[in-house]
């Protein structure tokens, strides 16, 4: 059974950091692309940062730009997301996605209907 599991969600003050992991299992190969989304209350689901299959490209939103790291470890088929100089209007519930869309695959990709395996999410609160 495929899936994908995330942790290291929490409570932290704005201007600290945070790092989520999200763990794939089943069918969902290291080659698959993974992604970070999140959405916050009464807000519809954005992508956050993503990864192809090998790393080699990750695409960012402009908010998270700088600030945010997605990496991968394909040995243990895991992907990370490192958050920096968090600000409230980051707070949201965090989750992570995995592809097996070929173009996704090779380039990274930012659509969610892209996306076939979800994770249930991690909640993340940057308080002021």
């Known amino acids: 059974q495929e899936e994908l599991v995330e942790s290291g969600g929490g409570a932290v003050q704005a201007g600290g950091s945070l790092r989520l992991s999200c763990v794939a299992s089943g069918r969902i190969a290291p080659s698959y692309a993974m992604a970070w989304f999140r959405q916050a209350p009464g807000k519809e689901r954005e992508f956050v940062g993503g990864s192809n299959w090998n790393g080699g490209d990750t695409p960012y939103a402009d908010s998270v730009k700088g600030r945010f790291i997605v990496s991968r470890d394909h040995a243990k088929n895991t992907m990370y997301l490192e958050m920096n100089i968090l600000k409230p209007e980051d707070t949201a519930v965090y989750y992570c996605?995995?592809?097996?869309?070929?173009?996704?695959?090779?380039?990274?990709?930012?659509?969610?209907?892209?996306?076939?395996?979800w994770g249930k999410g991690t909640q993340v609160t940057v308080s002021s």
């Open positions: 996605a995995a592809s097996s869309d070929y173009d996704c695959r090779r380039y990274g990709c930012q659509t969610a209907s892209l996306y076939q395996y």
